[in-house]
């Protein structure tokens, strides 16, 4: 049996893996508090690794690898951007987000949770940030159908789009399924065969040269300023990728595990846990960069010009046995679906819980809200399908910046809706305002090389707070639930439980 045989045996084992997750997760959703956000039951492990997996899509097994490959461990900045943002993000939302969205109206989506917090009557403040989610996401979930429908062309010659309905039909049908819970687990799993695979090709790598030293001589023939952190950046260089950690604040396909925790107690080990899967990938993206380079001056493996973010590829086909290639690759796939599916059941949520219940009348029954959400996902799946058709790269354009836009339009509202009991629907609604356009305006200048996040998130911050304090009316309701969210941040689920009962 051939080598791509066995690597497509392995792709069906996985494939079946996570629609059976879809099937079992089905059978667990009632309602469409369950099919949104699991019921407010996910683990540390499960909360800590799916918010890892949807978080890190293709970028970090292609994208970081092939940018060190290319230039050196200056490219390395973004990653500890991130990794320091994940840390805070688990440390200063996750208890408080998990506590206060339960206590505010038992919210299930980002823009619910911003509306009750706020207690916004008009519901504008929820539609307005639906609006946005639906917007972005929509997109974002066409640039993974594209990225899945390339994988395929790459690493299997399967033609384009015959690929992108293989990813988009799998990742539809678990997630139409099984909504949030099929979801997360999923979600799970893929994050454990990301690691696991990023920390085994530079580990076998080192083993198959010889040892560190013989990689270590080998990077430095090729590029002796390869380990410098500092080779050829600038100020605003450095800054700009530290400043990628800021977007995770308003990142709703992340956030939305913090939610769904059992309690808010749990986000303390699923920090750690989340922290220490984000260390281990990073790391083991910045050896397999190390090791390639090695690698290919000794004749292990061939990257041609325009391949270097095919070097995890073609280091899992040279060091590994054509099945585990196979689990290899399925990973690249695992992050590009992961984060797919993430983002489309938030689409969903938006749609259902923000734009239709912000403008319709309609009360929803249980059976009713999910089969909504259901056809939400299908609805936003053919879209985007529709957009990833043509392949284009303006999708991919307005993506690169859609992390920098929902950070600064969400990420601020986030930590001041937590920790600043004056924050007002009118001053919310500006924030998200300024900060989208911001971001839109900087990021197609491109003025001073800063990232734009940088500018929309300071910009959302302050236009926040000053349109706060001009419109700001005492509120005993608002004020109660602020001090109860912040008393029971690193409470039991019983003990919320009780007082949401009581």
């Given at each position: 049996?051939?080598d791509?045989?066995w690597?497509?045996?392995?792709?069906i084992?996985?494939?079946?893996?996570?629609?059976?997750?879809?099937?079992?997760?089905y059978t667990?959703?009632?309602n469409l508090?369950?099919?949104?956000l699991?019921?407010?039951?996910l683990n540390?492990?499960?909360?800590?690794l799916?918010?890892?997996?949807a978080?890190?899509?293709?970028?970090?097994?292609?994208?970081?690898?092939?940018?060190?490959y290319?230039?050196?461990?200056v490219e390395?900045?973004?990653a500890v951007?991130?990794?320091?943002?994940?840390?805070?993000n688990?440390k200063?939302t996750?208890?408080?987000l998990r506590?206060?969205?339960?206590i505010?109206?038992?919210?299930i989506?980002?823009p619910?949770?911003?509306?009750?917090?706020?207690?916004?009557?008009s519901?504008?403040?929820?539609?307005?940030?639906?609006l946005?989610?639906f917007?972005f996401?929509?997109?974002y979930?066409?640039?993974?159908?594209?990225?899945?429908?390339?994988?395929?062309e790459?690493?299997f010659?399967?033609?384009?789009h015959?690929?992108?309905?293989?990813?988009?039909?799998?990742?539809?049908?678990?997630?139409l399924?099984?909504?949030f819970?099929?979801?997360?687990?999923?979600?799970?799993?893929?994050?454990?065969?990301?690691v696991f695979?990023?920390?085994a090709v530079p580990?076998?790598?080192?083993?198959?040269l010889?040892?560190?030293?013989?990689?270590?001589?080998g990077?430095?023939?090729?590029?002796?300023d390869f380990?410098?952190?500092?080779?050829?950046?600038?100020?605003?260089?450095?800054?700009s990728?530290?400043a990628?950690g800021?977007?995770?604040?308003?990142q709703p396909?992340?956030?939305?595990?913090?939610?769904?925790?059992r309690?808010?107690e749990?986000?303390?080990?699923a920090?750690?846990?989340?922290?220490?899967?984000?260390?281990?990938?990073?790391?083991?993206?910045?050896g397999?960069a190390?090791?390639?380079?090695?690698?290919?001056?000794a004749g292990?493996i061939n990257v041609?010009e325009?391949q270097?973010?095919?070097?995890?590829?073609?280091?899992?086909?040279?060091l590994?046995?054509?099945?585990v290639?196979?689990?290899?690759l399925?990973?690249?796939?695992?992050a590009i679906?992961?984060?797919i599916?993430?983002?489309?059941?938030?689409?969903?949520s938006a749609?259902v819980?923000d734009i239709?219940?912000g403008v319709?009348r309609?009360e929803?029954?249980?059976?009713a809200?999910v089969?909504l959400g259901?056809?939400?996902v299908?609805?936003?799946?053919?879209?985007?399908?529709?957009?990833?058709?043509?392949?284009?790269?303006s999708?991919?354009a307005?993506?690169?910046?859609?992390?920098?836009?929902?950070?600064?339009?969400?990420g601020?509202?986030v930590i001041?809706s937590?920790?600043?009991?004056?924050?007002?629907?009118?001053?919310?609604?500006?924030g998200m305002l300024v900060?989208?356009?911001?971001?839109?305006?900087?990021?197609?200048?491109?003025?001073?090389?800063?990232?734009?996040?940088?500018p929309g998130?300071g910009?959302?911050?302050?236009?926040?707070?000053?349109?706060s304090?001009?419109?700001?009316?005492?509120?005993?309701?608002?004020d109660?639930?602020?001090?109860?969210a912040?008393r029971l941040?690193n409470a039991s689920r019983?003990?919320?439980?009780?007082?949401?009962?009581?």
């Open positions: 049996m051939s791509t045989n690597q497509a045996i392995a792709m084992v996985y494939f079946v893996a996570m629609i059976s997750i879809g099937l079992w997760a667990r959703t009632k508090d369950d099919y949104m699991g019921g407010r039951d540390p492990t499960v909360a800590a799916s918010a890892g997996a978080d890190m899509s293709g970028w970090l097994l292609m994208g970081l690898p092939g940018a060190l290319l230039s050196g461990l390395g900045w973004i951007g991130l990794t320091i943002g994940v840390w805070a688990w200063i996750a208890p408080r506590s206060y969205t339960q505010a109206g038992n919210s989506t980002l619910s949770f911003f509306g009750n917090r706020m207690h916004d009557e519901k504008l403040l929820r539609v307005v940030a639906g946005i989610i917007v996401f929509t997109f979930v066409s640039s993974g159908m594209v990225a899945g429908g390339t994988f395929f790459t690493a010659g399967v033609e384009y015959v690929g992108m309905t293989i990813v988009a039909g799998v990742v539809v049908l678990y997630t399924v099984g909504g819970l099929a979801v997360s687990w999923t979600d799970m799993v893929q994050g454990i065969m990301m695979s990023l920390v580990i076998f790598g080192v083993i198959a010889g040892g560190p030293a013989k990689v270590a001589q990077v430095a023939a090729v590029n002796p380990i410098s952190p500092f080779g050829g950046a600038t100020v605003i260089g450095v800054l990728s530290l990628w800021l977007g995770y604040f308003g396909h992340v956030i939305v595990r913090f939610m769904a925790m309690s808010p749990e986000a303390k080990p920090r750690r846990i989340g922290v220490g899967w984000m260390i281990f990938s990073v790391l083991g993206a910045c397999t190390i090791v390639a380079i090695a690698a290919n001056r292990i041609g325009n270097h973010e095919s070097v995890f590829i073609l280091m899992g086909q040279s590994f046995p054509a099945i290639a196979g689990f290899m399925a990973a690249i796939l695992a679906m992961s984060t599916s993430s983002q489309l059941l938030v689409t969903s749609v819980e239709y219940r319709s309609r929803l029954t249980d059976s809200g089969n259901r056809l939400a299908l609805s936003v799946s053919v879209l985007a399908a529709i957009f990833a058709w043509f392949r284009t790269d999708i991919l307005l993506v690169s910046f859609a992390w920098a836009g929902f950070g600064s339009s969400f601020p509202i001041l937590l920790y600043w009991r004056k924050l007002t629907t009118q001053g919310a609604l500006t900060g989208a356009v911001t971001v839109g305006v900087w990021g197609t200048a491109g003025w001073f090389g800063l990232y734009e996040i940088i998130f910009l959302c911050l302050l236009s926040a707070i000053v349109v304090k001009l419109t700001y009316k005492h509120n005993p309701a608002i109660r639930e602020f001090d109860a912040a941040a019983e003990e919320i439980d009780e007082h949401c009962a009581s």
